[in-house]
């Protein structure tokens, strides 16, 4: 954190990758912030983009409180500008949290909130912003990643910019930062292990079935997760959790075409009863069945942790739902995918390349089951696929 400060501050960008929970946000905030304060050098206005709307909900939920609490001279507004929630379609927030989308589409002055005439306003609103990339690892590799590189290659030397990962390979991260004339920070091994929030256990186990119910109710004790690759056999998975599971266990399914509202219901169930704090559950068993939408940045934990193959950088942050804080210990479960029509793996949504990736990963992992693995247990398994 201290060393994002001291480069961004110097006027230098920085490319950074570092473990699930580590505390990113907070290195990614504060120069912003004691700018704010302190009225140094640094834009006054911060656009913080991630891939998934889930995602900028809770980041603006957060520090929409927090900035209250910080006891700032001057007011800081903090907004949200996504699909769902347009309240910021003109960018006037001091700290914007948005989606990737959205500020592609603003700086390309084809915005989706406001008229194509009016477009140049948010175009200089990204241009006169601190720039925030988080979960880049997640941007599709050919639309969203080469449009996002684009843009802070053009900005380069104009606008301060902090890109984001926890699972890209140390090679990839070095290779972004020297196209974008960036510095690359890269943990190692030990200094992860030095963070607080690494001090748990958690073991990685490979199975050779499918994932099912009664593999999830298994293991079950009072947290679990289950994490499918398609909504299909998400929903099929949950109706069969939901008739197998014990009286008084709470089953709840969350994926991407839930309506708004039943989202959000989904989405607060979901932070108080996997949350840090166990004194503010409400039931004793509790089982969350769900998609690549758990995947990144939702601030919840579990004893069990069960998931479809998928590429390594997915699996790992799927892992980081279990044994989330220091001193917890937890279970992975890695299960086979089921076959299609011809007998063979159903990788869908994972194809073309990614399905070679799969395969990869399945390899790595096979090497480690039963394993602990930590920050540099989970790098290799992301470089070795």
């Keep these: 954190q201290r060393r994002v400060y001291e480069l961004l ?32 050098d640094f834009p006054r206005k911060c656009i913080y983009s991630v891939p998934l709307r889930v995602l900028a909900n809770q980041f603006w939920e957060e520090y929409e409180q927090r900035g209250r609490n910080f006891g700032f001279t001057r007011p800081l507004e903090v907004t949200i500008q996504t699909g769902a929630r347009p309240d910021d379609p003109k960018l006037e927030g001091n700290l914007i949290f948005t989606t990737v989308d959205q500020t592609l589409s603003n700086f390309l002055n084809i915005p989706y909130a406001i008229s194509l005439g009016q477009g140049n306003l948010n175009a200089g609103a990204v241009v006169g912003s601190y720039l925030v990339f988080d979960e880049v690892h997640l941007f599709d590799p050919e639309t969203m990643l080469p449009t996002t590189l684009h843009l802070l290659r053009l900005l380069r030397g104009v606008v301060p910019f902090l890109v984001m990962t926890a699972t890209l390979s140390q090679e990839m991260v070095r290779a972004l930062a020297e196209q974008l004339g960036a510095e690359p920070i890269v943990l190692s091994a030990p ?25 999830v109710l298994a293991s079950h004790q009072r947290r679990s997760v289950a994490i499918c690759n398609t909504v299909g056999r998400a929903q099929a998975l949950f109706e ?52 690549q939408v758990v995947e990144v940045g939702l601030d919840i934990t579990s004893e069990s942790l069960h998931t479809e193959l998928a590429p390594a950088a ?19 479960y890695v299960y086979r995918l089921p076959s299609n029509r011809r007998g063979n793996p159903n990788y869908a949504p994972y194809l073309n390349h990614q399905k070679e990736v799969c395969i990869k990963t399945r390899e790595a992992l096979a090497q480690r089951s039963g394993d602990c693995v930590d920050f540099g247990a989970e790098l290799a398994i992301v470089n070795e696929a």
């Design 314 to 332: 997915s699996v790992i942050q799927r892992a980081g739902r279990c044994a989330r804080y220091e001193g917890e210990s937890g279970n992975v």
């Design 240 to 291: 069969a959790l939901r008739r197998d599971a014990t009286p008084g266990t709470q089953v709840r399914l969350l994926h991407s075409r839930f309506l708004r509202q039943d989202r959000e219901s989904s989405e607060n169930w979901l932070r108080r009863e996997f949350a840090k704090d166990k004194d503010d559950y409400t039931v004793e068993s509790a089982i969350l069945v769900a998609t």
């Design 9 to 40: 501050s110097d006027g230098q960008s920085v490319v950074l990758q570092a473990p699930t929970g580590a505390g990113k946000t907070c290195a990614a905030l504060y120069p912003f912030l004691k700018a704010w304060e302190e009225e140094t």
């Design 191 to 215: 200094e992860a292990a030095a963070i607080p929030s690494q001090h748990k256990t958690r073991r990685l186990h490979l199975r050779e079935q499918e994932l099912t119910a009664t593999a």
